[in-house]
């Protein structure tokens, strides 16, 4: 399955679930001075954003030193994208990742450092096969991908800089369909990236 950057963006657009990520956005920040708050979700953003590329520029030789081809890789990708689509159409943003970190972020009045805001609530399993699916599949669009994955993260640190007036101005029920409608998309997504994975398996044996 070959992504052209503005697909690459829309797919990684659809991992990182902006819209998603509100609710326990909003419930870590609690704890966070309202002064603070804007630094605090821009370096967030700016740590998911290395982690990511890390990831990204790292792909290929992980994939040498593991042994892994990319064929397994696609499949793999389209298995954890397939059970996070199920996971947001099905429930909602808060109970997609631990919720034991909120409180105790919230709780102490400290700020999140990386855990869970850059990582996992940005940066979770799903982006990082995603990433690393990317750069393996087609490494000559490298600056694609990284430009396409800059421009992802710059919406989500965007909607997490306006979450708190977006979410009063949505409401919760615009911001759950929101939510539903980026699962059903990367749902069918990742049964296309199992389906050319296994063709490509097939093919090449």
């Given at each position: 399955m070959s992504h052209t950057i503005t697909s690459a963006f829309i797919l990684l657009l659809l991992v990182l679930d902006p819209f998603g990520t509100l609710p326990i956005f909003i419930s870590v920040m609690r704890g966070v001075a309202p002064q603070r708050r804007v630094w605090v979700a821009l370096r967030e953003a700016c740590m998911?954003?290395?982690?990511?590329?890390?990831?990204?520029?790292?792909?290929?030789?992980?994939?040498?030193?593991?042994?892994?081809?990319?064929?397994?890789?696609?499949?793999?990708?389209?298995?954890?994208?397939?059970?996070l689509s199920i996971r947001i159409i099905f429930a909602s943003g808060r109970r997609l990742f631990d919720e034991e970190a909120a409180p105790s972020s919230t709780e102490s009045g400290r700020e999140p450092f990386l855990f869970p805001i850059a990582v996992p609530l940005l940066a979770g399993p799903s982006a990082m096969a995603t990433v690393l699916l990317l750069a393996s599949r087609q490494p000559a669009q490298l600056a694609e991908w990284i430009a396409a994955l800059a421009a992802a993260v710059g919406v989500c640190a965007v909607v997490l800089l306006a979450s708190q007036p977006l979410h009063r101005w949505l409401g919760e029920s615009v911001v759950t369909a929101i939510e539903k409608l980026m699962g059903l998309v990367l749902c069918a997504i990742a049964v296309e990236m199992i389906l050319a994975g296994i063709k490509h398996y097939f093919s090449a044996a």
């Open positions: 998911a954003f290395g982690v990511l590329l890390a990831f990204m520029l790292g792909g290929r030789t992980f994939l040498a030193l593991m042994r892994l081809s990319e064929r397994s890789l696609e499949v793999a990708g389209g298995v954890i994208l397939l059970l």
